[in-house]
């Protein structure tokens, strides 16, 4: 079976997209139709901007999830999954490329779901760390021992998991998981603490967007972040995409299960080779590809 995943926040790069926009009429016009949904010139920040206009979240995630999604509607009859996962944000670039959600609804709740993390993370001060080497239970172990907020934000793969609290929260596990024998305990530099308890406003506020968004039967099964299941219930779809802001990506258990039920191949739609990276440490001898360009 042909397994299609979609990248997530961090694989933004200035130029994304361009090709797309230059070669095919359907890219150009979605492109635009994104420019109007959104009330600002997104392509020229993807095309033209700099580093620091992609890294704000109201722009990296909608341009992420349109680099993807256009990409994968450019395939046309190519385009045939028989099962969908995406990373955090990419979850709802698949539940486009599935059926389960319109381009237009994917493109508004990625922005409302940008805008309302943004707002969490300002409301305080937040902040993730990758912790590699060690593993996950030892992890989860030293986290629920830690009095701040720290929890695992994201399963990437063994070996790899990433953790997200409070400033204190983190500075305090990655002593701890340093000592536990972690290899590293690497800050990274978001503007917050995704996937934890710190984002629970945005969590509220999207429910509600969710809610009032209309989700059809899917065309194929969606591995989702929040259970690593195949789903194709609509309501559950719903209720997992919301639970899936302040709960942890379990990724590397989505990687298990597609493998599990059947995946032959994993080609990963949009920009950067991440998500590649991330099922060649589950399983070495799996085909992976990538499609991060126009194809003729």
Not at 193 to 204: T, Y
Not at 282 to 290: F, L, N, Q
Request: aromatic share 6%; proline share 5%.
């Amino acid at each position: 079976m042909k397994a299609y995943v979609f990248p997530g926040q961090g694989a933004q790069f200035v130029g994304m997209g361009k090709d797309l926009y230059e070669n095919s009429e359907l890219a150009k016009e979605l492109f635009e139709k994104a420019n109007e949904i959104l009330g600002f010139r997104i392509t020229d920040l993807m095309f033209e901007g700099t580093d620091e206009d992609l890294r704000q979240t109201k722009v990296t995630q909608p341009a992420i999830f349109l680099h993807s999604v256009i990409l994968a509607k450019t395939l046309g009859e190519d385009f045939k999954p028989e099962m969908v996962a995406g990373h955090s944000l990419g979850e709802f670039s698949a539940l486009v490329a599935n059926g389960t959600l319109s381009f237009e609804d994917g493109l508004k709740l990625v922005s409302q779901r940008a805008m309302a993390m943004q707002k969490a993370c300002e409301m305080e001060p937040s902040t993730m760390a990758a912790i590699i080497g060690l593993d996950d239970e030892t992890v989860e172990k030293v986290c629920a021992e830690i009095e701040e907020v720290v929890v695992p934000a994201n399963f990437n793969c063994p070996g790899q998991l990433v953790i997200s609290g409070s400033m204190k929260g983190i500075e305090l596990a990655c002593e701890k998981l340093k000592e536990a024998g972690a290899k590293r305990a690497l800050p990274l530099k978001v503007g917050g603490a995704f996937h934890s308890p710190l984002m629970e406003p945005a969590r509220v506020e999207l429910e509600e967007a969710i809610e009032n968004t209309a989700f059809a039967t899917p065309a194929c099964p969606v591995y989702q972040n929040v259970n690593a299941k195949p789903v194709t219930d609509p309501a559950e779809i719903k209720k997992n995409l919301v639970a899936q802001l302040t709960a942890p990506v379990r990724f590397t258990q989505t990687m298990v299960n597609m493998i599990a039920d059947g995946a032959s191949s994993f080609t990963e739609v949009g920009p950067g080779k991440v998500i590649q990276g991330l099922v060649k440490k589950v399983d070495r001898k799996m085909e992976t590809a990538g499609i991060d360009s126009y194809q003729a």
